[in-house]
C-alpha cells in the first residue's frame, strides 16, 4: 500500500484529549515497533513527537504519547493546547515500499 | 548540533533537469540514511527514498522509482534528488531527513525546497 490510512480530522476543546489511528503497521512484518508519530504546522517541517511506538524525544511534552495494539498504532495527545493544532502523520515499515507514511491527520483545537 | 541545510527554492519548465541538494553538518554523516520526502500543496507526506552515503545503498518507493535519482558525495556530506525531464506535477516542497539504521525514524529534518514547474 502506498499509504496508511489516518482519519482526516480529529478535534477536542482546550484541556481534552484526542487520538488518532494509524492501522496496518504490522502488515508487513519487520519489528513491531517501527513506528514514529510527526508533528507539521503549516508552512514548517516535520517534527519527530514519538518514536519506536511510544518513546518521546527530549523537549516533547509528555502530553503526547504513543501505544500500539496489533496491528493499529495510536497517538493520543491529553490535555490539549492551542499549539497543538497541526497535522500529524504516522510512519512505518511497509515491506517493498520499504517504507510509508500515514495520509495525516489534521487536529483542531475547538 | 546536527543540522541538514537544503538548497534553495527552483522555478523550472517542463522538460526541464533538476538537482537538489541536502547538506549534513554536527554527525557522522556517513552512519545514518538520509531519506527523500515529497509533500505537494495542500496534500500529505510521501515517503520518496532513502540512500545510505556509507556505501550509496539506495531503496526508492516504486511511486517514484524511475521518475528520479538519488545520489550522495560523502566526502562533502551531501546527499541529492535529481530530475533528468520535470513535469508540472512535480511542482512540491520536497524535504530531505536523517534516518537512524536501527528503526525507521526521521530524526531531524531540512528545511524543505520549493520546486515549482511552469511553463
Known amino acids: 500500500q502506498s499509504a496508511l490510512t489516518q482519519p482526516r480530522s480529529v478535534s477536542g476543546s482546550p484541556g481534552q484529549s484526542v487520538t488518532i489511528s494509524c492501522p496496518g503497521t504490522s502488515s508487513y512484518g519487520g519489528d513491531y515497533n517501527s513506528v514514529s508519530w510527526y508533528q507539521q504546522h503549516p508552512g514548517k517541517a516535520p517534527r519527530l513527537i514519538i518514536y519506536r511506538v511510544s518513546e518521546r524525544p527530549s523537549g516533547v511534552p509528555d502530553r503526547f504519547s504513543g501505544s500500539k495494539y496489533g496491528d493499529t498504532a495510536s497517538l493520543t495527545i491529553s490535555g490539549l493546547q492551542a499549539e497543538d493544532e497541526a497535522d500529524y502523520y504516522c510512519y512505518s515499515y511497509a515491506g517493498d515500499y520499504p517504507y510509508v507514511f500515514g495520509t495525516g491527520t489534521k487536529v483542531t483545537v475547538l | 548540533e546536527v543540522q541538514l541545510v537544503q538548497s534553495g527554492a527552483e522555478v523550472k519548465k517542463p522538460g526541464e533537469s533538476l538537482k537538489i541538494s541536502c547538506k549534513g553538518s554536527?554527525?557522522?554523516?556517513?552512519?545514518?540514511?538520509i531519506g527523500w520526502v515529497r509533500q505537494m500543496p495542500g496534500k500529505g507526506l510521501e515517503w520518496m527514498g532513502i540512500?545510505?552515503?556509507?556505501?550509496?545503498?539506495?531503496r526508492y518507493s516504486p511511486s517514484f522509482q524511475g521518475q528520479v535519482t538519488i545520489s550522495v558525495d560523502k566526502s562533502i556530506s551531501t546527499a541529492y534528488l535529481q530530475w533528468n525531464s520535470l513535469k508540472a506535477s512535480d511542482t512540491a516542497m520536497y524535504y530531505c531527513?536523517?534516518?537512524?539504521?536501527?528503526?525507521?525514524?526521521?530524526?531531524?529534518w531540512g528545511q524543505g525546497t520549493l520546486v515549482t514547474v511552469s511553463s
Open positions: 531527513a536523517r534516518q537512524s539504521v536501527q528503526t525507521p525514524t526521521f530524526d531531524y
Open positions: 540512500i545510505y552515503p556509507a556505501d550509496s545503498d539506495t
Open positions: 554536527g554527525y557522522n554523516y556517513a552512519a545514518y540514511w
